[in-house]
């Protein structure tokens, strides 16, 4: 199973970017997905999840900027930011709890290789 996270970039202060992330490989089916953040010198914290049923929470940080989402596609997610400002600087990575088709039985957690997001103020 693969996440790839696309979408990070370079903008200034008060602009937006969408992430999206896709799963791909021998999976059955997606539960929870997220959004996980890490600055230099600071740990990765989740910044939004969102679950099979459309459950979302979010930082506290990002709360009223940014909104996670499910694509129509069922191995697909999406993270639009709004107000970007420099704190929001980090590298993103996209997160899912996996049931794989060979073993229906358990979810299990992967994570993409991350995006980098920078905002200059």
């Known amino acids: 199973v693969q996440l790839q996270a696309f979408g990070g970039g370079f903008v200034q202060a008060g602009g937006y970017l969408r992430l999206s992330c896709e799963a791909s490989?021998?999976?059955?089916?997606?539960?929870?997905m997220g959004w996980y953040r890490q600055a230099p010198g600071k740990e990765r914290e989740l910044v939004a999840h969102?679950?099979?049923?459309?459950?979302?929470n979010y930082a506290d940080s990002v709360k009223g900027r940014f909104i996670v989402s499910r694509g129509f596609a069922y191995n697909t997610w999406y993270l639009q930011m709004n107000s970007l400002q420099p704190e929001d600087s980090a590298v993103y990575y996209c997160?899912?709890?996996?049931?794989?088709?060979?073993?229906?039985?358990?979810?299990?957690?992967?994570w993409g290789k991350g995006t980098q997001v920078t905002v200059s103020s």
């Open positions: 997160n899912a709890d996996v049931v794989l088709a060979w073993r229906k039985n358990r979810a299990m957690p992967y």
């Open positions: 969102i679950t099979s049923g459309g459950s979302t």
């Open positions: 490989g021998d999976i059955f089916s997606i539960n929870n």
